[in-house]
């Protein structure tokens, strides 16, 4: 896929990037929320203003992710910490 940006970049200068690759980062869950996996490049089509484009590289990527647990302890949460 090719992607043309025109972005103001100060006064009165424009900044014009020409990509050749774009980057389409995407997850796919199923109806019941369930995450599909072992997905391939021909189960996707990519259009750009209706015009379908070559996929050059596709990859599927597992990303581990951190979750974070905080706990009031102070003392105006005292009565519910049991």
């Known amino acids: 896929m090719t992607d043309q940006r025109v972005e103001e970049v100060g006064d009165g ?13 995407l997850t796919v869950i199923n109806r019941q929320g369930q995450y ?18 070559t996929i050059a590289h596709f990859s599927n990527v597992d990303h581990a992710f951190s979750v974070a ?10 009565a519910f910490l049991v």
Do not use: K, M
């Open 69 to 78: 647990l905080l706990i009031d302890t102070s003392g105006s949460t005292a």
């Open 36 to 53: 599909i996996v072992d997905l391939h490049q021909n189960d996707f089509r990519i259009y750009d203003d209706g015009v379908e484009q």
């Open 13 to 25: 200068e424009v900044l014009r990037i020409t990509a050749s690759l774009v980057s389409v980062p």
